[in-house]
């Protein structure tokens, strides 16, 4: 009898009723031998998978892809892992390890990981240290995350020492305002299927940092990427669109949105050029034309303090 | 015509982001004295009115796109000269690769602004050019190898 293919193999096991553990050691030893075909059953078998396996499929993309795009979700699931305490053990230990293979460091690294970036193990473990002492792992009350734009996934006003980042941060005073080293980012690619998938990643990151109230400052496509999350099972309590260009086919699921704000340039090249306008001109959302122009002003902090923007937002919120 | 006159007098004068807009306003104005203007514009000192004006007259019909320009802006550019070019090249879409694709071996910074256009624009003619360029550095490489991939899981 011949032996099946790797993927047909791979295939077996995603659709099988074993245990996550064995699920997950048999697609760690497929990984070598899978060809690329195999990448779309691995994204496939991604979505509602038992954590463990989910590991092991983020770890055979990357031994097959050499991409890090799973680094963040490894991030989480080690943060989602210490916070379960010992009953996270297993889980912890296998995204640690994917996380190496990931970074190439080493685990002793990894422990040490954390001058100049987040030190996710140690973080996890303070949070494990106080799930042993009986303390449960907590919903936090509120979030604020800033989502950048296209072709800015590596530009730096919405990072920690960035111009808005900062300025929210500190000026406004949203303490809750999101800055670790697993800061929610997309590709930025600019084209329809990208902000999609965007906003699926946001879904996901949003369920890994689960809290009561979250606030959501989108620029540019960021906003429409976090309008287009809105259509998951996730509710943003405001949401400040920055420079978004406005099409109907991006809208939000207005339900799931406590409160809608778009800001807007007076002139604005990269709306006009963009298919879309600027204005909704819906009673679901509030619209602030600026008296300042460019497609950044509306991230701008000289801007929001020129023009009182806070106070458009209802900023302070309570 | 009001409208017309009032976006001229707004391409000749103001702040470069509204004389941009201005341009584009005029988009499919078919009088020689908008179409006059517009060609004005397109070698304007802001890039931004420039580029707008040029995308304007390709609008129109008239291809008088500065795409090497075009990528060589985007090097330096600030991020919201980045979006426009993003824009302009998501509005024109195939047309522009074969008129990229020479300027995939141009060495450096402007090869990757290149790669990342024609991945954006994304159909079968941008793959091609894709698959039949060679790289000349490793970072290109794998920037051109990540782009594919990407590709494919697509």
Same mark, same amino acid.
């Given at each position: 009898?011949? #032996?099946?293919?790797?993927?047909?193999?791979?295939?077996?096991?995603?659709?099988?009723?074993?245990?996550?553990?064995?699920?997950? #050691?048999?697609?760690?030893?497929?990984?070598?031998?899978?060809?690329? &075909?195999?990448?779309?059953?691995?994204?496939?078998?991604?979505?509602?998978?038992?954590?463990?396996? =989910?590991?092991?499929?983020?770890?055979?993309?990357?031994?097959?892809?050499?991409?890090?795009?799973?680094?963040?979700?490894?991030?989480?699931?080690?943060?989602?892992?210490?916070?379960? $305490?010992?009953?996270?053990?297993?889980?912890?230990?296998?995204?640690?390890?994917?996380?190496?293979?990931? #970074? $190439?460091?080493?685990?002793?690294?990894?422990?040490?990981?954390?001058?100049?970036?987040?030190?996710?193990?140690? !973080?996890?473990?303070?949070?494990?240290?106080?799930?042993?002492?009986?303390?449960?792992?907590?919903?936090?009350?509120?979030?604020?995350?800033?989502?950048?734009?296209?072709?800015?996934?590596? $530009?730096?006003?919405?990072?920690?020492?960035?111009?808005?980042?900062?300025?929210?941060?500190?000026?406004?005073?949203?303490?809750?305002?999101?800055?670790?080293?697993?800061?929610?980012?997309?590709?930025? @690619?600019?084209?329809?299927?990208?902000?999609?998938?965007?906003? !699926?990643?946001?879904? =996901?990151?949003? @369920? $890994?940092?689960?809290?009561?109230?979250?606030?959501?400052?989108?620029?540019?496509?960021?906003?429409? +990427?976090?309008?287009?999350?809105?259509? *998951?099972?996730?509710?943003?309590?405001?949401?400040?669109?920055?420079?978004?260009?406005?099409? @109907? &086919?991006?809208?939000?699921?207005?339900?799931?949105?406590?409160?809608?704000?778009?800001?807007?340039?007076?002139?604005?090249? +990269?709306?006009?050029?963009?298919?879309?306008?600027?204005?909704?001109?819906?009673?679901?959302?509030?619209?602030?034309?600026?008296?300042?122009?460019?497609?950044?002003?509306? *991230?701008?902090?000289?801007?929001?303090?020129?023009?009182?923007?806070? @106070?458009? +937002?209802?900023?302070?919120?309570? | 015509?009001?409208?017309?006159?009032?976006?001229?007098d707004a391409l000749a004068n103001g702040i470069a982001e509204a004389r941009a807009v201005a341009a584009l306003q005029l988009a499919h104005v078919q009088s020689q004295e908008v179409v006059t203007a517009l060609r004005g514009a397109t070698t304007d000192a802001s890039p931004q009115v420039a580029l707008a004006a040029q995308f304007a007259l390709w609008q129109s019909g008239e291809d008088v796109l500065d795409v090497a320009?075009?990528? %060589?802006?985007?090097?330096? /550019?600030?991020?919201?000269? %980045?979006?426009?070019?993003?824009?302009?090249?998501? %509005?024109?879409? /195939?047309?522009?690769?074969?008129?990229?694709?020479?300027?995939?071996?141009?060495?450096?910074?402007?090869?990757?602004?290149?790669?990342?256009?024609?991945?954006?624009?994304?159909?079968?003619?941008?793959? /091609?050019?894709?698959?039949?360029? %060679?790289?000349?550095?490793?970072?290109?490489?794998?920037?051109?190898?990540?782009?594919?991939?990407?590709?494919?899981?697509?």
């Amino acid at each position: 009898m011949p #032996t099946a293919s790797p993927l047909t193999r791979l295939k077996r096991i995603l659709k099988s009723n074993s245990e996550p553990e064995k699920k997950a #050691t048999e697609i760690c030893v497929l990984a070598d031998v899978l060809l690329p &075909d195999a990448i779309d059953v691995l994204d496939d078998g991604l979505a509602g998978a038992d954590p463990l396996v =989910q590991v092991a499929i983020m770890d055979a993309y990357h031994t097959m892809t050499g991409d890090r795009f799973h680094k963040p979700d490894l991030e989480n699931m080690m943060d989602f892992a210490a916070s379960l $305490g010992d009953a996270g053990e297993q889980l912890y230990m296998a995204a640690r390890i994917a996380l190496g293979n990931i #970074t $190439g460091l080493s685990m002793d690294q990894l422990d040490e990981w954390g001058d100049g970036q987040l030190n996710i193990t140690a !973080t996890a473990r303070r949070r494990r240290s106080r799930r042993r002492r009986g303390r449960p792992a907590r919903m936090i009350d509120e979030i604020t995350i800033v989502i950048h734009g296209t072709w800015a996934s590596d $530009g730096t006003w919405w990072r920690p020492g960035g111009d808005f980042f900062d300025y929210v941060k500190n000026d406004l005073g949203r303490d809750d305002l999101y800055g670790k080293s697993d800061q929610f980012k997309w590709s930025g @690619k600019n084209r329809d299927s990208k902000r999609r998938k965007a906003a !699926t990643e946001l879904h =996901q990151w949003l @369920k $890994g940092h689960p809290a009561r109230e979250v606030n959501v400052f989108g620029h540019s496509h960021g906003a429409n +990427v976090a309008m287009l999350a809105t259509h *998951h099972d996730i509710r943003m309590d405001r949401l400040i669109m920055l420079s978004p260009p406005v099409r @109907k &086919d991006y809208f939000a699921k207005w339900s799931n949105v406590g409160a809608a704000f778009n800001v807007q340039a007076k002139f604005d090249p +990269v709306v006009a050029i963009a298919r879309g306008g600027q204005w909704f001109r819906i009673p679901e959302v509030s619209e602030r034309p600026l008296k300042a122009s460019g497609h950044s002003a509306s *991230h701008e902090s000289k801007v929001w303090r020129a023009e009182k923007l806070p @106070k458009f +937002v209802g900023m302070p919120w309570q | 015509m009001g409208d017309e006159r009032d976006w001229l007098d707004a391409l000749a004068n103001g702040i470069a982001e509204a004389r941009a807009v201005a341009a584009l306003q005029l988009a499919h104005v078919q009088s020689q004295e908008v179409v006059t203007a517009l060609r004005g514009a397109t070698t304007d000192a802001s890039p931004q009115v420039a580029l707008a004006a040029q995308f304007a007259l390709w609008q129109s019909g008239e291809d008088v796109l500065d795409v090497a320009g075009m990528v %060589q802006a985007c090097v330096t /550019a600030d991020e919201a000269l %980045q979006q426009q070019i993003a824009m302009i090249a998501e %509005q024109i879409g /195939a047309p522009l690769v074969p008129r990229l694709a020479p300027l995939l071996n141009e060495a450096g910074t402007a090869a990757q602004v290149v790669l990342q256009l024609l991945d954006d624009i994304h159909d079968d003619t941008a793959l /091609a050019c894709l698959r039949d360029w %060679q790289p000349v550095d490793d970072d290109l490489l794998r920037a051109r190898a990540d782009v594919l991939a990407d590709w494919h899981d697509e």
